[in-house]
């Protein structure tokens, strides 16, 4: 079984930065599609970043709300997985979680594709 537990979540001032991680236990990310969706009060769960982690070369996928200000990036050994979120700003607030896909084939912004998902870390950005 694989867990995964976000952390890094915070109050930040809008234009501030903050650095989520996920850590898997269990089986490592290697191969897999890694996902990073939030959720505002009221509103679904959107598609934030995701990550294909292959042995010759990751690619990375943005929400067009975010590419330029978050960059998602990882750390095999370490078996974590990270969100830059830079430039931030009020519409940002929301609840992140990471997800894991194993079979890296589907459709990385559909969040039903994912296999695994963490419990969430609260990002609050203030005006």
């Known amino acids: 079984q694989v867990q995964l537990v976000e952390s890094g979540g915070g109050l930040v001032q809008a234009g501030g930065s903050l650095r989520l991680s996920c850590a898997a236990s269990?089986?490592?990310?290697?191969?897999?599609?890694v996902g990073w969706f939030r959720q505002a009060p009221g509103k679904e769960r959107d598609f934030v970043a995701a990550?294909?982690?292959?042995?010759?070369?990751?690619?990375?996928y943005y929400a067009d709300s975010v590419k330029g200000r978050f960059t998602i990036s990882r750390d095999i050994a370490k078996k974590t997985v990270y969100l830059q979120m830079s430039s931030l700003k009020p519409e940002d607030t929301a609840v992140y979680y990471c997800?894991?896909?194993?079979?890296?084939?589907?459709?990385?912004?559909?969040?039903?594709?994912?296999?695994?998902w963490g419990q969430g870390t609260q990002v609050t950005v203030s005006s």
């Open positions: 997800a894991a896909d194993r079979t890296n084939q589907a459709v990385v912004s559909n969040r039903g594709n994912y296999d695994y």
């Open positions: 269990g089986r490592t990310f290697s191969s897999w599609a």
């Open positions: 990550m294909r982690i292959n042995w010759n070369g990751d690619n990375t």
